[in-house]
């Protein structure tokens, strides 16, 4: 079962940035927070993942709350290649563990 | 660096033949992972491999389905017989380490007749 709650779909005007919330109010010590996304008809793509620091990449930031019950991806740019559903997942760095996709966020980007 | 390569990237077969699936994962990545998606819903998991043996197949729906990574590889999915509810598409990821930002493939899409 997913351990993460995102709202069903979100909105974001082409240029602005795009705020995805992922609420994982159960999360484990151990567990990282991971974001991929999927562009229609592609394969799963991986973002950005983090422990409780904040994290940036070429792709992304990641923002996890100080009791690590939620997080934000932000798109500081979103264009119109970045419609996609994005999945935020839970999981420890553990031979044992893999992802569990959940049912995402469907964003929209508007031109 | 290649990426994960998957063959072929359509199948379309009738019901009861068979259908093999392949995934090359990115040179040394030691786990590969098969995941699947159904028209309407989520992505699940399949297996895990680690080089060749199999740490974690409890997504496998049934024994129709068989999975091999001979060699620590490239790793193939078979489907025998096929049945209707088998159509959908297939991916294949492989990641250095376990749950270390996977690389997924494009995946096959399977549609069985």
């Known amino acids: 079962d997913a351990k993460t709650t995102q709202p069903p779909s979100m909105d974001c005007a082409e240029g602005r940035a795009a705020n995805l919330p992922c609420n994982h109010s159960?999360?484990?010590?151990?567990?990282?927070v991971y974001w991929y996304r999927q562009i229609h008809s592609q394969g799963p793509q991986y973002i950005i993942h983090?422990?409780?620091n904040n994290e940036t990449n070429e792709m992304a930031s990641l923002i996890i709350t100080e009791d690590r019950k939620s997080s934000t991806l932000i798109l500081p740019h979103a264009t119109l290649r970045d419609t996609a559903v994005y999945y935020c997942?839970?999981?420890?760095?553990?031979?044992?563990?893999?992802?569990?996709f959940g049912k995402g966020t469907r964003l929209h980007i508007l031109p | 660096e290649a990426g994960v390569t998957q063959f072929p990237s359509h199948s379309v077969i009738e019901k009861g033949q068979t259908v093999t699936l392949r995934c090359d994962p990115i040179?040394?990545?030691?786990?590969l992972y098969w995941y699947r998606r159904v028209m309407g819903k989520e992505i699940k998991f399949l297996l895990h491999f680690v080089k060749e043996s199999k740490q974690d197949e409890s997504g496998m729906p049934n024994n129709r389905f068989l999975a091999e990574r001979t060699g620590g590889t490239y790793s193939t999915l078979k489907v025998q017989p096929a049945e209707l509810e088998d159509s959908g598409v297939y991916f294949c990821?492989?990641?250095?380490?376990?749950?270390?930002?996977?690389?997924f493939g494009s995946g096959t899409r399977l549609t069985v007749v």
């Open positions: 983090g422990l409780k």
């Open positions: 159960t999360i484990s010590g151990n567990e990282y």
């Open positions: 040179s040394g990545h030691d786990n």
């Open positions: 990821a492989s990641s250095q380490a376990p749950n270390y930002g996977y690389t």
């Open positions: 997942i839970v999981g420890a760095w553990r031979r044992d563990d893999k992802i569990i």
